[in-house]
């Protein structure tokens, strides 16, 4: 028996008119001189500090930090998970482990020579290389691990691993049966973590499983002094965590979860407008039955770790708490077909874990839907999700901000999309004609996409926010002036937007085409821009001064 609120409640900053802003990050785009080659969680703790204390700003909304891969090669997408419980040991800072500071002479030597090869990869204008960034952290970390602790540090570590119990043992073991296993096909039995087989390598393997628990409580305390830190620092809420749809279809959760996940499926969206090709996502989606026999606990878990350090969650696709797009075997995702879920069980329980934490629920709810989805979950207290270039009214003209949703968080643009900046140049156009990614001419596609910029310059020059020939600046904080005059509750702001940045992140359709989730934050030439310098960057520091002015 699940009891679940009937509604999730606004924390009190928010009620009665409230309304916060704040920034959105890639965080492993972020980096400091300290960071080894990957933004991590001291500098999630440092960007929320100085979003709070330079910008006013109320949150920090960063990508899905869940585990990839153990081992190198490491996927670098955040939304494609081995495990979605579970953090990303690529984000732990390695000089804030405690024991790193009691290291002896020699230990400390081999931290510093491994990090030597990523000491200067932070000022590297080129991708992300989280491959060589891992290989480096993951060896100082080893050592580490290895360094005596404290009586009293032992049982914080024994209490969380209780605490997570058998969920975060098998991860651990998945982690270590990747290590042992290497390249190779792992053997039939060890596809069944219920096996005997199984059960004798976790005994085989047990310093390894050991080490991969330690890497869980040591994200889970560098996590809690982000959130710490952005609330004493003054924001309302805090660390925003996003939640991804799915998992590897071979990861952790696969293979922990191999009962109550369906075979034979992935999980897309059907074509539409910006990926005329329909999107397969190549993720395993729960079985609706079988998660129902389970009771929901792998779901539940699931939540309730991911909010263990959250003021608020963005629950990416959130429709699919209602039906998913299932495509069969190898078939285009375009074959696809609904499947449906008991979106009173997954959203009661998605409430109900949220009020517990105290944390603030977002529902990434674009793409195909039934109207009445939208209703249901406002009913429920989950915010809805507003981006300016899909907001259409009538004759697909942008639909007045008056008439955005009060329970919403309101950006100009996704990781799915070119910043602003680029957008208003056409460049995601250019982009997908360059990877053979359009279905139509072209110069239709471009005529559309200059159409749709000069409409809302219009709407710009019509409302007085800019004048006749505005500079790109003048109207990146014009269109952000426009969605605070919606009466959404919550308004992010891209950091890339904030500097100036005008590459995407993330195309869809693609895998090695485009170099995805791998590039670093930068100015408009491409520029690297660091943590040190980003709070003196004067475009961010005058976009940031027109939120507050028109929140106040």
Not at 89 to 111: K, M, N
Not at 250 to 262: K, T
Not at 458 to 473: I, K, M, N, Y
Not at 481 to 491: D, W
């Amino acid at each position: 028996l699940v009891v679940t609120p009937q509604r999730l409640e606004l924390p009190d900053p928010l009620r009665s008119g409230g309304r916060a802003w704040g920034l959105m990050a890639q965080l492993y785009s972020v980096r400091s001189r300290a960071s080894w080659g990957v933004g991590d969680l001291a500098d999630l703790a440092d960007l929320a500090w100085l979003g709070a204390h330079r910008a006013g700003a109320d949150f920090v909304l960063v990508n899905p930090l869940a585990a990839a891969e153990p081992r190198t090669p490491m996927t670098p997408s955040p939304y494609l998970p081995t495990s979605r419980r579970f953090v990303n040991p690529l984000y732990i800072r390695v000089e804030d482990v405690r024991e790193t500071g009691y290291l002896t002479a020699a230990d400390r030597s081999l931290v510093e020579w491994a990090f030597d090869p990523v000491r200067d990869l932070s000022a590297d204008p080129g991708p992300i290389d989280r491959d060589v960034a891992w290989e480096a952290k993951k060896a100082a970390l080893e050592v580490v691990f290895a360094a005596p602790r404290s009586t009293a540090r032992q049982a914080a570590l024994d209490a969380f691993r209780s605490e997570q119990g058998k969920g975060l043992e098998d991860f651990a073991t998945w982690c270590a049966l990747a290590d042992h296993f290497g390249d190779q096909d792992w053997p039939p039995y060890a596809l069944d973590p219920s096996s005997p087989g199984v059960a004798a390598l976790r005994e085989q393997l047990d310093d390894q499983v050991d080490f991969y628990c330690w890497l869980q409580w040591v994200a889970d305390e560098q996590l809690e002094v982000a959130q710490r830190t952005a609330r004493e620092a003054g924001m309302s809420i805090g660390v925003m965590h996003d939640l991804a749809v799915g998992v590897h279809p071979h990861g952790a959760d696969a293979w922990a979860h191999r009962d109550v996940l369906a075979g034979g499926v992935t999980v897309g969206a059907p074509p539409d407008m910006y990926n005329q090709q329909g999107q397969n996502w190549s993720q395993p989606p729960w079985h609706p039955q079988a998660l129902a026999r389970a009771g929901y606990a792998p779901y539940r878990d699931l939540l309730r770790t991911v909010l263990r350090h959250a003021g608020a969650i963005r629950v990416d696709h959130i429709i699919g708490l209602f039906r998913l797009w299932w495509i069969p075997g190898a078939a285009r995702a375009d074959a696809g077909a609904y499947v449906r879920y008991d979106h009173e069980a997954l959203v009661g329980i998605l409430c109900l874990e949220a009020q517990r934490a105290g944390a603030v629920v977002i529902g990434e709810d674009l793409g195909v839907f039934e109207p009445w989805v939208r209703d249901y979950l406002t009913e429920r207290g989950i915010l809805g999700t507003s981006v300016l270039w899909f907001e259409k009214g009538e004759g697909s003209r942008p639909l007045p901000p008056e008439d955005y949703s009060r329970l919403a968080l309101a950006t100009i643009t996704t990781h799915d999309l070119p910043p602003t900046a680029g957008y208003l140049a056409g460049e995601h156009v250019d982009l997908r004609e360059r990877l053979g990614l359009l279905t139509e001419p072209a110069y239709v596609v471009r005529r559309e996409a200059r159409e749709e910029r000069d409409t809302m310059v219009a709407l710009l020059v019509e409302r007085g926010l800019v004048g006749e020939d505005p500079s790109e600046r003048e109207l990146v904080e014009a269109l952000h002036v426009l969605i605070t005059q919606s009466p959404a509750v919550l308004l992010g702001v891209s950091l890339a937007d904030a500097v100036g940045e005008r590459r995407t992140q993330n195309q869809p359709g693609t895998d090695q085409e485009y170099p995805n989730w791998k590039v670093p934050l930068g100015d408009p030439s491409g520029n690297v821009v660091l943590l040190e310098d980003l709070f003196d960057n004067a475009r961010l520091l005058s976009l940031a001064k027109v939120m507050r002015e028109a929140l106040s």
